[in-house]
């Protein structure tokens, strides 16, 4: 079920942050407390293949975020200890050294629950005992969050495993947003910073639609 235009849930989860110290994140909090947007993006598993690429693409654009007053915050279900882990190896490894937002550890997977974003593919209902069962790790999809600085969704979006996002679109929409609480115009397809936007009226798209 979407969240889109509802409050983030209220969840405290570990995190590991850039010291390699265990903190105790909330995302909700992060929002509302900083008065700042803050993206957060899930990914399956630390020391996979897609994930490192997708970490380092965040942690390069981490100035545009900052300029845009958000924080940038990663997430799976694997622990504080893996998350250190694989900070501590090297990039031309497969590892992630040099990132520097928190990662959560959603290790009890509370929080990818609520969300509803697990890959739960491999549960299955044992037929004699009626025991739900599950066949390896459950892990998450790709999922991605851009939550406002009440605390309220404005952007949910879910990959695959074998996608990854691009993080340019992230920064428009953010721009696109803020353009909305700024100037009370919606943004048409395809709108770009510096481009016309229009009125959310019958005026507004037809005067758009004739010079566009």
């Known amino acids: 079920m979407s969240i889109v235009g509802k409050q983030f849930p209220d969840l405290s989860v570990n995190a590991m942050n850039e010291m390699g110290d265990t903190i105790s994140v909330n995302v909700l909090e992060e929002a509302k407390n ?24 965040f942690q390069a654009a981490l100035g545009e975020f900052e300029k845009r007053n958000t924080i940038v915050i990663g997430a799976s279900c694997d622990t504080a200890e893996v ?15 040099g990132v520097t937002y928190n990662l959560l550890a959603d290790s009890n997977r509370n929080l990818a629950s609520t969300l509803g974003i697990l890959d739960i593919s491999n549960e299955r209902y044992d037929e004699e005992t009626g025991v739900l069962l599950v066949d390896g790790d459950n892990v998450t999809y790709r999922a991605t969050y851009l939550i406002d600085e009440e605390g309220m969704v404005f952007h949910e979006g879910v990959n695959h495993m074998p996608l990854g996002r691009n993080v340019n679109e992230f920064i428009r929409l953010i721009d696109a947003f803020t353009h909305v609480q700024e100037k009370g115009e919606v943004c048409p397809a395809n709108w770009e910073e510096g481009k016309d936007a229009m009125n959310a009226n019958r005026d507004g798209v037809q005067d758009y639609l004739s010079t566009h």
């Open 34 to 57: 900083n008065k700042k947007k803050v993206l957060l993006f899930w990914y399956p598993k630390d020391f996979t293949f897609v994930c490192p690429t997708e970490l380092h693409a």
């Open 83 to 97: 998350h250190f882990a694989w900070l501590s190896t090297a990039k031309d490894n497969g590892g992630i050294e």
